[in-house]
């Protein structure tokens, strides 16, 4: 593994969903800097950036990006899930099942699931990143009070979740890698 790159989803400029006091940004930049800080205990050096996911990334690099998802025509929605591109293999689509799992659970959101980037995806960056390690989660819908409750109340133990399942993958990369 190259590195690691967290995108806090969207910019101040251009702060994606906005519900009430919430923007889908704040939201995924509080969540990016505490999970920085949790990687930071594993010696997991990692950068965060907003805005688009750029080309130009290695193969090799890993982005993980959070956003928050708004559905107010459908309040059945909640939960979280994870986009993955469309040619991602078994191994990409079971860490993203790894990573989805440690976000939800007895203290998480709903889990709705890996899903592969289709034509209709909002998110057509994640094809052209470079990476095959690109993963695209979704922290709750910003229009569920219950998915805020979470995100609000449960998010350290969520953070601390995700960057122990995070070094467990990267660490057995790794051992493939030296195997």
Known sequence: MKNVYINAAHSSFSPGGVWGKRTEHKDAVRFSEKLKRELLKYDICCEIFSGSIWNGFSNDDMILSFHRDGNMKNTEKYGASVLVPKNADAEIQYDAFRLLSALTG??????????????????????????????????????????????????????????????????????????
């Open 106 to 179: 007895d203290m998480g959101f709903r889990n709705r699931g890996v899903h592969t980037f289709t034509e209709k995806s909002p998110f057509k960056s994640i094809e052209k990143s470079g990476s095959r390690n690109t993963f695209i989660f979704t922290l709750g819908f910003m229009d569920k009070d219950c998915d805020n409750r979470i995100l609000d109340k449960n998010s350290d133990v969520l953070v601390k979740l995700f960057a122990y399942r995070l070094n467990k993958i990267l660490k057995e990369r790794e051992n493939e890698d030296n195997a």
